[in-house]
């Protein structure tokens, strides 16, 4: 079975300043796909960015980046120039592609507070 | 039609008693997943659906959890006999059907959140 551990909590960082979130996971298949999402208070988690593991090629969005290395499975998200919108709650997951299933497995999360 | 739409937002009841949830996916989606999120963990899978059929059903959906899809379109999420421990959010996602990279997010709701005293 699969797992994802993140394992801060909380964690605050300075307006424009850069933070890094850590997550790590378990897995014994070769092909997934990891995703962070965020969760605002009081609203809907949506996506923030996604890697397919068979990219060697660290995902960029915008200010967002991660840190993805598949032998130590290892998926850590970096947000550069933080903003006190991005204050919210993230969440590591990971999903197994095809199928007719596709489910996320999510870690315990990390709350972030951007402070001005 | 914006996003995927749960109903109600806030639902209080006494133990015991029945609760149903409503999920309305984004309308081309034809998978529809049910989550679970108590204090202080990440979402946890408990069912899904593929259009009206049920695929999946995690080993949290005891026998007082029972979900449909009739028309393949919105689902309900009841709970029955309900206890303190079903104090909750349950959070609704919907995907695209097609299986590529770039059609891997899920669309979640707002959640509903249960509190059962």
């Known amino acids: 079975a699969q797992t994802v551990t993140q394992s801060q909590p909380e964690m605050s960082v300075q307006e424009a300043e850069t933070v890094t979130l850590s997550c790590t996971y378990d897995?014994?298949?070769?092909?997934?796909?990891l995703f962070w999402y965020k969760q605002p208070p009081s609203r809907q988690m949506i996506l923030v960015i996604r890697?397919?593991?068979?990219?060697?090629q660290n995902a960029t969005e915008n200010r967002f980046s991660v840190n993805f290395q598949k032998a130590a499975k290892s998926f850590s998200l970096k947000i550069s120039d933080s903003q006190l919108g991005d204050t919210a709650m993230y969440f590591c997951?990971?999903?197994?592609?095809?199928?007719?299933?596709?489910?996320?497995?999510f870690g315990k999360g990390t709350k972030l507070s951007v402070k001005p | 039609d914006t996003g995927v739409s749960q109903d109600p937002r806030h639902k209080i009841t006494k133990r015991g008693q029945n609760v149903t949830f409503r999920c309305d996916p984004i309308?081309?989606?034809?998978?529809l997943y049910w989550y679970r999120q108590t204090l202080g963990q990440g979402p946890e899978f408990l069912t899904y659906?593929?259009?009206?059929?049920?695929?999946?059903k995690s080993r949290l959906l005891s026998d007082r959890f029972s979900a449909e899809r009739p028309k393949g379109s919105f689902s309900t999420l009841e709970i029955q006999r309900t206890e303190q421990g079903d104090s909750a959010m349950y959070l609704c996602?919907?995907?695209?059907?097609?299986?590529?990279?770039?059609?891997?997010?899920?669309?979640f709701g707002q959640g509903t959140r249960l509190t059962v005293v």
């Open positions: 309308s081309e989606h034809n998978r």
């Open positions: 659906f593929q259009n009206e059929a049920q695929l999946e």
């Open positions: 890697q397919e593991a068979y990219k060697q």
């Open positions: 897995t014994s298949e070769n092909n997934y796909y």
């Open positions: 996602a919907s995907r695209s059907p097609w299986d590529s990279a770039m059609n891997t997010e899920a669309f």
């Open positions: 997951a990971f999903m197994k592609p095809g199928g007719s299933q596709g489910n996320l497995i």
